[in-house]
């Protein structure tokens, strides 16, 4: 077995690794459930404190937030993203 058939097999290994782990990855992230949330129902959220998780971005273009995160009664999967100005 000379060097350019051991390469070959290995090349061909790495690339079978990575096309599962691609797939694993889409499997995952299309089981991902976003809610999308009005301005009023996050404000009853946060009034309620029923909000469990939260990341805001600022997006300074269109002068608004992006608020994603969790609510205590969402499962793992489960999130909300809601724009508001």
Do not use: C, W
Request: no cysteine; aromatic share 12%.
């Amino acid at each position: 077995m000379n060097k350019k058939t051991a390469k070959k097999g290995i090349l061909s290994y790495v690339f079978l690794i990575l096309f599962i782990i691609t797939i694993f990855s889409l499997v995952n992230i299309m089981n991902q459930t976003v809610e999308y949330l009005t301005y009023d129902e996050f404000i009853e959220n946060v009034e309620a404190n029923n909000i469990k998780e939260i990341h805001i971005t600022p997006k300074d273009r269109a002068s608004v937030y992006e608020i994603t995160g969790q609510l205590k009664d969402y499962e793992e999967d489960q999130s909300f993203f809601v724009r508001i100005p």
